[in-house]
């Protein structure tokens, strides 16, 4: 009876994987796909479950992504003063990084979404053929600094999707389950910014 409520409380762990909000401090890496040369980010990723997303880049350039359910908003800096700022707007929510976490409430168990490999310090996500629609992900392989695997333990994603690209993701001071208010993830545009519809 006892080893049998072990079980039934680690599998609940594994399955509450995902937190409803975090924010983390992030380093991305990965290579472009017209010069093949290295590119890197850094910054700040927050989200909130299900499908809203904040990503304020501070390297090597300014840029705010912001998305919910309805509409994504992309806000780029002006490099001079005397620049208005951009803002490309688009109607439907950010598929692709939302979505990836998103499943990843499924938890770090085989399920319907995908397939898990559980070692160590490291689990390997194999996305089914309606999740690499939903994702445009093929595989995940997340990092952990210890072998309990728990969201803000998490300190390395890479992500391999569809089209050949890898992105590798550092994180550092994870924080979760954060009372994001909804407007949060609805971004206001400047009045003298140029905006443009997608």
């Known amino acids: 009876m006892f080893k049998s409520l072990i079980l039934v409380f680690l599998s609940a762990n594994i399955l509450a994987f995902l937190p409803s909000s975090f924010r983390t401090e992030y380093i991305q890496e990965f290579k472009s796909k017209v010069d093949k040369g290295h ?4 910054g700040i990723f927050e989200y909130k479950y299900p499908s809203n997303l904040r990503l304020d880049q ?46 990843l409430k499924s938890g770090l168990k085989t399920n319907g979404n995908y397939r898990v490999e559980n070692k160590a310090l490291v689990t390997k996500i194999f996305f089914n053929k309606n999740a690499k629609k939903r994702t445009g992900v093929n595989e995940a392989i997340l990092s952990f600094s210890k072998k309990k695997k728990s ?44 905006i443009v519809k997608q």
């Open 39 to 42: 590119r890197k980010a850094s």
């Open 58 to 103: 501070s390297a090597p350039e300014k840029l705010l992504y912001v998305s919910n359910s309805k509409t994504t908003w992309i806000y780029r800096a002006p490099f001079f003063e005397d620049e208005a700022p951009e803002v490309t707007v688009h109607k439907g929510q950010e598929t692709g990084l939302s979505n990836f976490f998103d499943i």
């Open 151 to 194: 969201f803000n333990l998490l300190n390395q994603i890479i992500i391999k999707y569809e089209d050949g690209r890898n992105v590798k993701l550092d994180l550092k001071n994870t924080k979760v389950d954060l009372k994001f208010k909804k407007k949060y993830f609805i971004f206001k545009i400047p009045k003298n910014a140029k």
